[in-house]
């Protein structure tokens, strides 16, 4: 998922409510299925490859799927992912 949005936790709002939404999804054909979603964030800082861009925010995807999964992680610009951040479980 790509986001156009300046600085600030708005990214946080999007991201929590596709979670929740995909949570909430059933799949009437198959018994007691449960759908997820984990979501790695990383916000672009200036002169940012996209590649960069991209690896951090992949980086903070698979550690969300490490974690527990139905959660969201933010990587901040060294790359280092924060843990605790908007963690859904």
């Known amino acids: 998922m790509l986001l156009d949005m300046e600085a600030g936790d708005e990214w946080r709002g999007v991201c929590e409510r596709t979670r ?6 059933t799949i009437e054909k198959v018994k007691d299925c449960r759908v997820s979603i984990s979501i790695g ?7 940012e490859s996209a590649l960069s861009l991209l690896d951090r925010a992949d980086k903070a995807l698979y550690l969300a799927k490490a974690g527990g999964r139905n959660c969201i992680r933010m990587a901040d610009e060294s790359g280092v992912v924060q843990p605790g951040v908007a963690t859904v479980n």
């Open 20 to 25: 929740a939404q995909v949570e909430a999804l």
């Open 41 to 47: 964030v990383a916000q672009y800082a200036a002169g």
